[in-house]
T-cell receptor, first 117, second 105 residues
Framework: ETGVTQTPRHLVMGMTNKKSLKCEQH?????MYWYKQSAKKPLELMFV???????ENNSVPSRFSPECPNSSHLFLHLHTLQPEDSALYLC????????????????FGPGTRLTVT | AQRVTQPEKLLSVFKGAPVELKCNYS??????LFWYVQYSRQRLQLLLR??SRESIKGFTADLNKGETSFHLKKPFAQEEDSAMYYC???????FGAGTRLTVKP
């Protein structure tokens, strides 16, 4: 498969569950991102990884825990979520070097539609 | 505060009419702005970036630093242009709320 893939595409979980979202990119990129897209808010950047190091954490609650084991894979571990966390979670990747300021085009995955009950 | 504002949530035009999707930004440095588009049942994808000064699918966007704007324009809209359009401030990874464009036949 080419591009950016995300699994699962849909997830329903209770507030006490623990689950993980997975993202994989097949583009040879060095930077990966998690975004949250909810109905009432713009696309919100959650986390950025560059060369497997976290470079951005936008005041995201600790119930969201990212993991980037290598430059091709990105996870978002979820635990004790709230109903307001229900949203579409998008993963993206881009070509990036330490000399740049993340000014490259981002390639997005199809998203995981998360519902917290 | 750094911000991207797309004042119109919905925009509807007839085929062949000009279209302009507005984007205003607030940024303390030298901004780098992109337009992303999401067609129905497709993923978000880059449409164009200000630095390349290109025309993609007939769309252009000029950065106006005086007005802090980066409006997206097309002289003759087509039905296949119907989509969600997002303006993005790249240095800050900040997206606008999006404008849903509908081009009617």
């Amino acid at each position: 498969e080419t591009g950016v893939t995300q699994t699962p595409r849909h997830l329903v979980m209770g507030m006490t569950n623990k689950k993980s979202l997975k993202c994989e990119q097949h583009l040879g990129h060095n930077a990966m991102y998690w975004y949250k897209q909810s109905a009432k808010k713009p696309l919100e950047l959650m986390f950025v990884y560059s060369l497997e190091e976290r470079v951005e954490n936008n005041s995201v609650p600790s119930r969201f825990s990212p993991e980037c084991p290598n430059s091709s894979h990105l996870f978002l571990h979820l635990h004790t979520l709230q109903p307001e966390d229900s949203a579409l979670y998008l993963c993206a990747s881009s070509r990036e070097t330490r000399a740049s300021k993340l000014g490259y085009e981002q390639y997005f995955g199809p998203g995981t539609r998360l519902t917290v009950t | 505060a750094q911000r991207v504002t797309q004042p119109e949530k919905l925009l509807s035009v007839f085929k062949g009419a000009p279209v302009e999707l507005k984007c205003n930004y607030s940024y303390s440095g030298s901004p780098e702005l992109f337009w992303y588009v999401q067609y129905s049942r497709q993923r978000l994808q880059l449409l164009l970036r200000h630095i390349s000064r290109e025309s993609i699918k007939g769309f252009t966007a000029d950065l106006n630093k005086g007005e802090t704007s980066f409006h997206l324009k097309k002289p003759f809209a087509q039905e296949e242009d119907s989509a969600m359009y997002y303006c993005a401030l790249i240095g800050d990874m900040r997206f606008g709320a999006g404008t849903r464009l509908t081009v009617k036949p």
